[in-house]
Structure formats: C-alpha cells, structure tokens
C-alpha cells in the first residue's frame, strides 16, 4: 500500500496528499463515502490512491466536502458523473455551489482550476453523520472558509480539521472573500476546538498529530499575531498564494510569476490592503523570502518550482 495511505480501523483510511492536493478520508463500509477529493489535476492519483483502500470510483455512494476550496472538491465533477454519488456539503459551501459562485469559492479570486459539480445534501452544525458504525459530529468551522466544517466522532475523539488545524498552521485568510473579521472567526472556530476531548487529528493538509491540545494552542497563538499585526496575516496569505499558484502553473520565470499576479484580481487589493499599495516591494519581499527557506528554488533555467509535494 501506498506510505501515504494510514488504515485508521478496517474500513476508514486516511490519505496524506501535498499542498495543491487536500487529504482525504475513505470509508469502504456502508455508505461508501470519500471526504474531500483532491485537486482536479490529479484526480487520477486521487483515484489511484482511493483504489488501493479497496474502492473504486463507481462505488462512491457519498462524497463529504469539508469546504469548497479547489483542493479538496477537484476530483467532485468527475467521480460524481462515474459513481452517480451524492455530495454533502455545509449548506453556506454548498449554497455557492450551487449558484456558480466562483468568487465564494475562490476559483476566481485566486485563478484556480476547478469545475462545478451537482449538490445533493447541506450540512448543517449539530447533526451526526453517521458512516457505518461511527458518528460523526458536524460542527461549523468558518474562518477559513465561510462554510468550512470539521468532523468530530463521537465514538474514537478523532477530529478531521479540514483547513480550520494543521500541525503549527492553518488554511490562508482571505480577508476580501471571507471578511475582515475572518481571524476572529477562526480564533473562535479553534475555540470551539480546544473544548472538545480531541484523541487524534485528521488534518486537512500534513500528517495526522496526536497530541490536540498543543496543536490546537499554537494555532490560537498564531491567530492571535494575526489579529496583531495583520500585514503578517497577508503576507502569509501572499507567499501561501505564490506557492499554490507556482505548484499550479509553474515552472515559472520571476517576470512570468510577477506578471500573473499583477493581472489576478488578488494581489493588487492585497497590496493595496496590507502592503500601502506598494506591488513591487510586495511581490519582491515575499518573494525573496520563500527562495531564502527553499520553499521555491530556481531551476537550470531560472525557472521557479516549488519544493513542497504537490
Ligand atoms: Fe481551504
């Protein structure tokens, strides 16, 4: 089996994936259910992956979106059009969804590829969702995205976290989408969080982690310097961004990258936001940053890539 595929009991497997490509969750039992589906350029590793947990895509019964980003919702379109699935999602996730919402969903602000996909159950805060003998509790997550849920069981203390908790870090904060108020949302998503018996997460990007309470509290920690100082919210939002769209559409010369982000419809009102509208320094200073940790480095041919999984 695939090193990135963890069995967490017979018929629940985890699936640790890169940054372009969100994690998942398969359950093989009954109601046959993925959560969350990858990027949509991938979709046939995706499928590969899912494939070694001993479910092919035609028997898909139930797909669980923890929120709409192209990163976990790239592999909806096409397994729900093979399988005949249903899609679950947040009832905010999916009202977008639904309206051809690219702006809400990001696709469009941040120049993603992804497709539209039919919609069958909204998710609402409290309910269980129960996938063979295990319950999971919905509990709305917003911050990151408006319509972001986590999963809480109730029966093992696992959490999947989605984007609202990672190990020492979160999903960016998009101010412009999601508002300004977004890191208060997400201080008190991360709130909501700490006041549960967490056993294991299941994070939405990066390996699981096992002890919940430290990773819980350094993600409140650094919400709150977020809230203190938030050009360091941006330029964490700019250099995530840079790296998503490097992993997208890279290898990508400077001028090419710095071209592409001048004509987005984010950067500019990113800069104008938190940078005193100052583009170049902006580009330069975050860019030069990401190189100095070798989180970008530059080819043969001085061409960026990013050194991070995809
Ligand atoms: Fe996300």
Not at 3 to 26: K, M, S, Y
Not at 224 to 246: G, H
Not at 280 to 306: S, T, V
Request: hydrophobic fraction near 40%; charged fraction near 25%; aromatic fraction near 10%.
């Amino acid at each position: 089996m695939d090193p990135r595929i963890t069995r967490l009991t017979d018929e629940l497997f985890f699936i640790q994936r890169g940054w372009l490509n969100g994690n998942h969750l398969v359950f093989t039992g009954g109601p046959r259910t993925l959560i969350d589906t990858g990027y949509i350029r991938d979709a046939a590793e995706t499928e590969s992956l899912i494939a070694q947990c001993g479910l092919e895509i035609e028997q898909v019964e139930l797909i669980v979106n923890t929120h709409a980003h192209c990163d976990h919702i790239g592999g909806n379109a096409e397994f729900q059009r093979r399988s005949g699935c249903k899609v679950a999602l947040h009832m905010i996730e999916r009202y977008f969804v639904d309206q051809r919402n690219d702006w809400a969903t990001w696709w469009g602000y941040y120049r993603q590829d992804a497709a539209f996909f039919p919609t069958h159950y909204s998710l609402t805060d409290g309910e269980v969702l129960t996938l063979g003998e295990m319950n999971w509790l919905v509990l709305h997550t917003p911050g990151h995205a408006m319509g972001q849920i986590a999963l809480y069981c109730l029966d093992t203390g696992w959490l999947v976290s989605a984007d609202t908790l990672w190990g020492g870090d979160f999903g960016v904060l998009t101010t412009r989408v999601e508002g300004l108020d977004a890191p208060f949302r997400l201080r008190e998503s991360l709130e909501r969080l700490s006041r549960l018996k967490v056993q294991k997460i299941l994070p939405g990007h990066g390996p699981i982690l096992d002890d919940a309470p430290a990773a819980i509290q350094a993600c409140l920690a650094r919400v709150e310097a977020f809230i203190e100082d938030p050009r360091r919210m941006a330029q964490d939002q700019v250099r995530k961004i840079l790296l998503y769209t490097v992993l997208m559409r890279g290898p990508l010369h400077r001028e090419g990258l710095r071209d592409l982000l001048m004509a987005s419809p984010w950067f500019p009102e990113t800069a104008q936001m938190y940078f005193g509208g100052k583009m170049e320094a902006a580009f330069r200073e975050n860019l030069d940053y990401l190189l100095e940790r070798e989180l970008l480095k530059l080819d043969d041919e001085e061409r960026l890539l990013c050194t991070l999984p995809a």
